[in-house]
């Protein structure tokens, strides 16, 4: 019996094999991951540091990306090189490859030892005992340990991309609140050109007290909102800030004056939900799960009966006993086997607990995917439909008030000599700047919302929208 049990596990073991750490602690898989959905920029920028050289190095790249007018690739790629939240994301990528690692080494032997004297005897046992079960079932803990790791290399993947997402958000909402601050500052400098002129018509003797005062209200009025605005900004530039991981000195970047300009066309994707459904990266950690649990559940079916198998190789050194007439020493070999009898647990609750887990994995990624279609339906909707509100305000809406403006600013302007039904008052002249500031801003805020729309797009497409509009640091698990 030993002839043919030591070799068949001497065979398992040589079977199942030994992983051993990848040189880089699959970060070239996170790197990768990341270049397909973000870009090449982003995906150079995927750097676990380990070093102090290396450190070194992401200061000065990171240095360099702030040393002009942030872009918003630029913004992404200095909060992947700086965010220590993705840092400690990445650490728990090592942890998982370290258990997979130790998950797919053999069992160690143990040793006891016992020794007993007495009558002028001594006795001296070894006992070599190997955990037989888990030598038997190696291959396969080591198989649901790699898909651990596999789910833990596109966790890594998900933390990252979420993380640039937010960045753009962030970024897009910055941007756009700077701009909104400069065209509030530009309209109430022209009011306050109109203020200084109507007091001194005033100080001449001319004008009218009331046109002062609801000019100056107006005033207040934008000096209200501008305040408003600054405030707006200070604070999206500082979630910015805390995305990037930025701190001191770092913090004086400087952001372009104004988002870019609509694209011509919008982006048609005819499989938007086809799409979602093959990149999706909660999808493939989703299935990762369900095939290592339908592994688990199989090596549960296996050793439902046989919970604990233990081999133990027995040597047993008696010294000689007068007492016996023995003047020899007595040697013994032998072999023992540990067995425990599942006469009261017969592993079948664990078992049925295996299967249930497997079955809601299972029905978990069912539900992922019909949200993934529903998300990514949507998603591309808000993106059209964005898309064409700021172009009708850009194509019609600024055009018509900008007619509208300059004509009431030329009848109001020129009121003493034009006829009677062509003078326009202080209150219509007013009127009409408060529309034209608040088409101005909505413009902006249109224009705002449909960069956040593509960049929600492509999240829904590649990690879900569940941080839509966030602006937090990502959530690390």
């Given amino acids: 019996m030993r002839r043919s049990i030591i070799p068949a596990l001497v065979a398992a073991t040589l079977a199942a094999g030994c992983a051993q750490f990848s040189p880089d602690g699959g970060m070239g898989d996170v790197a990768d991951g990341v270049a397909r959905e973000a870009g090449p920029g982003a995906g150079k920028s995927v750097v676990k540091i380990t070093s102090a050289e290396q450190a070194q190095r992401v200061k000065e790249q990171v240095a360099a990306l702030l040393a002009g007018p942030l872009s918003t690739d630029a913004a992404v790629q200095v909060a992947l090189l700086n965010n220590r939240d993705l840092q400690a994301a990445y650490n728990d990528l090592g942890v998982s490859e370290a258990d997979y690692v130790q998950a797919s080494l053999p069992p160690n032997p143990g040793i006891s030892l016992m020794g007993v004297t007495g009558t002028g005897v001594a006795n001296f046992e070894v006992r070599l005992i190997e955990d037989i079960l888990s030598l038997i079932t190696l291959q396969r803990r080591t198989a649901i340990a790699a898909e651990h790791f596999a789910h833990a290399r596109h966790q890594a993947i998900s933390t ?105 066309e919008p982006e048609s994707l005819a499989t938007v939900e086809v799409e979602a459904i093959n990149r999706r990266v909660d999808l493939i950690i989703a299935r990762h799960d369900v095939t290592a649990l339908a592994k688990s559940l199989s090596l549960t079916q296996a050793t439902r009966y046989v919970s604990m198998l233990q081999l133990a190789g027995i040597f047993n050194s008696e010294s000689a006993n007068p007492l016996t007439n023995s003047n020899t020493a007595i040697n013994r070999g032998g072999g023992g086997l540990d067995l425990q009898l599942p006469i009261f647990d017969t592993g079948e609750a664990r078992e049925r607990k295996a299967r249930e887990t497997y079955m809601g994995a299972l029905n978990r990624l069912a539900a992922k995917a019909v949200n993934a279609r529903s998300e990514a339906r949507i998603a591309y909707e808000a993106y ?14 600024l055009p018509l008030r900008s007619v509208v403006s300059r004509e009431i600013q030329l009848r109001y302007s020129n009121g003493v000599l034009a006829g009677e039904g062509l003078r326009v008052d202080l209150f219509k002249y007013l009127t009409d700047a408060r529309a034209r500031i608040g088409a101005e801003a909505a413009a902006v805020d249109a224009r705002r919302d449909f960069y956040l729309a593509a ?4 999240a829904a497409l590649s990690i879900g929208v569940g941080s839509a509009g966030s602006t937090s640091s990502p959530a690390m698990q």
């Fill in 160 to 264: 990252t991309l979420r993380l640039a997402a937010d960045t753009r958000r962030a970024y897009i909402r910055a941007v756009a609140a700077q701009q909104q601050v400069g065209f509030l500052d530009r309209a109430r400098a022209t009011v306050d050109a109109a203020v200084r002129l109507n007091a001194r018509l005033g100080e001449a003797g001319g004008g009218d007290q009331l046109d002062q005062a609801e000019l100056a209200a107006f005033y207040a009025e934008l000096s209200a909102k501008l305040g408003q605005a600054r405030l707006t900004a200070r604070r999206e530039h500082e979630t910015l800030i805390r995305l990037m991981g930025l701190w001191g000195g770092d913090t004086g970047f400087t952001l372009p004056p104004e988002l870019p300009a609509l694209p011509g």
């Fill in 455 to 458: 960049a929600d797009l492509q």
């Fill in 384 to 397: 059209r439909g964005t898309y064409d509100i700021a172009k009708f305000y850009r194509d019609r809406v």
